[in-house]
């Protein structure tokens, strides 16, 4: 969940911040301070009350958090409006910034592309190593039968 103000902003971006939203599987909706506080402090989650104040709307999603805050920083950006007030991932309270940090991580396809990466560069050295010997054999086999004269294939 992500808590921003909304001050300023008209219908038609409105809109245009619920369309940016959906393909990340998030929606926004406006809520009142109060309801949102107590609905945070039945859930057991700290006070922040302090920063609840002004116009409030709140994204929610059930998917990766990173994509929805790089498209409300993006939004902010573009705008000028919809500032950040906090986030909730995991019941843990994210300040601006972190959330804003949230914003610059690559898509989680792109670090599990990365992780597979790294996980998979040892096993591709290891079957390169095994296979060493056996190739180096094979171009020993091939120099000399090209040293003598006969066709490669003949050698192999």
């Not at 959906?22 to 107590?38: D, E, H, I, T």
């Not at 995991?90 to 940090?101: G, P």
């Amino acid at each position: 969940m992500l808590v921003t103000d909304y001050q300023h902003m008209k219908v038609d971006q409105f809109d245009e911040l619920r369309n940016r939203l959906a393909p990340a599987g998030a929606q926004v909706r406006v809520v009142k301070n109060s309801f949102l506080k107590r609905a945070m402090a039945a859930s057991g989650l700290p006070e922040v009350a302090d920063k609840l104040t002004g116009q409030t709307a709140v994204v929610t999603g059930e998917k990766d958090v990173a994509p929805v805050a790089k498209i409300l920083k993006a939004f902010a950006a573009e705008f000028k409006i919809a500032t950040l007030k906090i986030g909730v991932v995991d019941r843990n309270i994210l300040s601006t910034s972190e959330v804003e940090s949230l914003a610059e991580l690559p898509p989680r396809e792109a670090l599990q592309a990365q992780l597979l990466g790294l996980l998979l560069a040892p096993a591709t050295r290891l079957v390169r190593l095994l296979n060493e010997p056996g190739s180096a054999l094979a171009r020993l086999l091939n120099a000399k039968a090209q040293k003598e004269g006969k066709p490669a294939e003949a050698a192999a």
